[in-house]
């Protein structure tokens, strides 16, 4: 997958000019490293949750045989789920740099971002128990808060450029 993944880099950043490739490359670097987070959490975390859940319920009246098959099956799609909704900070990073949405207006709708996040959380995790749905949803969240608080950063650090730039071609007038 690294590898792969590099291919598709090194395919996609020549059509990037400079400015861009400034904004695309860590974003690009990123991606991985959060997809191995994610997959970690739900592997030591959210998979043995749904696993415990799966195996007990309603164990009174059945007898539970689980196949290898739709283990494997059921812990990769899980596993996989977790770890792109573990994308979150890539994509609200993107936005903001693009200009798309700002820091302060992804803060002011947080709540609507939190129900939305529920939501993913609910689908995401295949077990109906509301345990698991908050396992996933806790790391989302905080993933949303760094990620706005990144992007407020980063664009305290654009105003600063553009005022610091300003201020420059205001000096180069006067003399």
């Given amino acids: 997958m690294p590898f792969l993944l ?3 880099y090194a395919f996609i950043l020549p059509a990037f000019e400079p400015a861009e490739r400034r904004v695309a490359f860590p974003l690009m670097l990123l991606v991985p490293f959060l ?8 592997y030591f975390v959210a998979l043995p949750r749904a696993i415990n859940f ?7 009246n059945f007898d539970i045989l689980i ?3 739709d283990y494997y099956r059921f ?6 789920i977790i770890g792109l909704l573990f994308q979150i900070p890539v994509g609200v990073l993107a936005v903001t740099r693009l200009g798309i949405v ?9 709540g609507y971002v939190i129900l939305g996040l529920a939501i993913v ?3 995401a995790t295949p077990t109906p128990d509301p345990v698991t749905m ?3 949803m806790a790391p989302l969240v905080v993933l949303f808060e760094l990620s706005v608080l990144l992007a407020r950063i980063f664009e305290r650090r654009r105003e600063k450029a553009a005022a610091a730039e300003a201020l420059a071609v205001d000096d180069d007038d006067v003399s």
């Fill in 6 to 8: 590099w291919q598709i």
């Fill in 35 to 42: 997809f191995t987070a994610g997959v970690a959490f739900g």
């Fill in 54 to 60: 799966l195996q007990n319920f309603n164990d009174d």
């Fill in 67 to 69: 196949r290898a098959a």
């Fill in 75 to 80: 812990s990769i799609i899980l596993l996989a």
């Fill in 102 to 110: 700002s820091a302060r207006t992804l803060a002011k709708n947080r």
């Fill in 121 to 123: 959380a609910a689908v």
């Fill in 134 to 136: 908050v396992v996933a």
